[in-house]
């Protein structure tokens, strides 16, 4: 048999999900990618804007096994973790993770985030989300500390890891770890949803109520009067499970900052003043003061949101800042006392994903952060036979998560360095078809999280993006 011949054949037969007609001694029809998606009737919830995006997305994409991931994935929160109904007569939206059955706040929120512009023009979409801010400002009353939730509002944690945990444990929470992002990511959501419909509906006395209620723990978290009511503690042979000095973390100066004692990846801070969840409240009380301001003319309220703000910022650079040779640059997680943790975590908000989530602009400051974590300065940055890419103790060492991969191609308009990002995540899915949590960065086939419903949906999100803002990387990977 000849070379090419016989490297087609292997090639077919580690392909998944291929259907090809034909075998050794006859023709041999085009490959076809099968979708892995549910059979209609088995997805929880299916969006018509959602179907003809996903058609319209795939047109564009010139490489089948791209399209086909990005077919997998961009639906794959709506295909396989929405949870639709009524909870205390209004909608009610629960997003499950993937794997683990419980709605992070963090999570549930980026996983909805995609489907978000289309919003305007499909009301099951809508509902959707009006369910969701509803549920998630029903989450943060019960509690604004507890990182995830349960179902129903009143059981209790269904978590094998967290039913022991040295901490004010309530009904409904699933876990109660305390990150800022928590409560950054229900305010973008529930902005994001009044600046693109409009809809005034789900912001009520409760979501008002919440909302000051995350402005509340905020301050509580500076720590000008003491270390405040949270602490945390688990027995664990993870270190990064618990935290420091009686579960309150790492001695800190009250500078103005706000204390978190997890990280996204939810392992335990070092320094308690994380650098990008401080960035993020900064933007998050921006938003909670113009919608206080138009939606409730509370002018009050707006300007303890702006004067918070402020005051955060105002600590974060002088404390949050790395002087280096070539310029000073975004530190990871500082104390006030000038101990400074440079690193970056895949997780988001990272350091490299700050433009994202619009925590910062992609100014010089930006770039030369970015330039140090996608480098070895960063102890979590990996670079292997498979791919590179940041990320972050959770998984441990050599583990590369996809999700760093995207916001590398988030955070350029360079079609090359976008290219090879695609690469990267085109050829580490170890065919199955879906993002993972991490892989080994020379072995694809070893990962973590094959139901990972973030980092599908977010995959999705960049093709759509890519597609809209440089259509050239998406020509040919």
């Known amino acids: ?37 549910p059979p209609v009737e088995r997805r929880k919830f299916t969006s018509p804007a959602v179907e003809a995006l996903i058609v319209a997305t795939k047109k564009k994409i010139a490489d089948p096994e791209l ?12 295909d396989t973790t929405v949870e639709v109904g009524r909870l205390d007569g209004f909608e009610d939206t629960f997003v499950v993770t993937g794997d683990i059955d419980a709605m992070w706040l963090r999570d549930s929120s980026a996983q909805v985030w995609p489907y978000l512009p289309l919003a305007a023009k499909d009301e099951a979409l809508r509902k959707l989300f009006r369910g969701l801010i509803r549920r998630q400002s029903r989450c943060i009353s019960i509690d604004p500390y507890a990182n995830a ?19 004010d444990m309530r009904p409904g929470v699933a876990e109660r770890k305390w990150e800022i992002d928590s409560l950054c990511y229900p305010v973008r959501l529930a902005h994001g949803y009044w600046q693109t419909t409009g809809d005034r509906e789900p912001f009520d006395d ?16 500076q720590r000008k009067d003491g270390q405040g009511p949270y602490h945390f503690q688990r027995q664990s042979p993870h270190p990064s499970e618990s935290q420091f000095l009686k579960g309150y973390g790492n001695p800190t100066r009250p500078v103005g900052m706000i204390h978190q004692m997890f990280r996204p990846s939810d392992d335990a801070t070092l320094y308690p003043f994380n650098i990008p969840g401080n960035l ?45 040779e070539q310029g000073d640059y975004w530190a990871y997680e500082v104390d006030g006392y000038g101990q400074q943790l440079f690193m970056d975590d895949a997780n988001v908000p990272s350091l490299l994903a700050l433009p994202y989530l619009e925590c910062t602009p992609r100014d010089a400051r930006y770039a030369r952060t970015r330039a140090q974590v996608w480098s070895t300065h960063n102890p979590y940055f990996f670079k292997g036979k498979a791919a590179e890419g940041i990320g972050g103790p959770h998984e441990g060492l050599r583990m590369i998560w996809p999700m760093s991969i995207m ?53 999705g999100e960049l093709i759509v993006h890519l597609a809209g803002t440089t259509p050239d990387s998406l020509r040919r990977v």
């Open 1 to 37: 048999m000849n070379p090419s011949r016989r490297n087609l054949l292997k090639w077919l037969s580690l392909a998944p999900g291929l259907a090809v007609a034909g075998g050794v001694g006859t023709a041999f029809a085009a490959p076809r990618f099968v979708s892995k998606r």
């Open 67 to 78: 399209a086909w991931l990005f077919e997998n994935c961009f639906p794959n929160t709506l």
């Open 149 to 167: 939730f349960l179902p129903d509002p009143k059981a209790k944690s269904t978590l094998d890891w967290a039913q022991a945990d040295d901490t």
């Open 206 to 221: 409760s979501w008002r109520e919440a909302s000051k209620l995350i402005v509340r723990t905020f301050r509580e978290q």
């Open 280 to 324: 993020f409240a900064v933007i998050t009380l921006r938003r909670l003061a113009q919608m206080h301001a138009s939606l409730y003319g509370d002018t009050t309220f707006a300007a303890e949101c702006n004067a918070l703000a402020d005051e955060v910022a105002n600590a974060i650079e002088q404390y949050g800042v790395v002087k280096g």
């Open 407 to 459: 916001m590398k191609a988030f955070t350029t308009d360079d079609v090359a360095e976008i290219r090879q990002c695609l690469t990267w995540l085109k050829t580490t899915h170890a065919g199955t078809g879906f993002m993972h949590e991490a892989f080994d960065q020379d072995d694809p086939a070893t990962y973590t999280r094959s139901w990972f419903a973030w980092a599908n949906t977010l995959f």
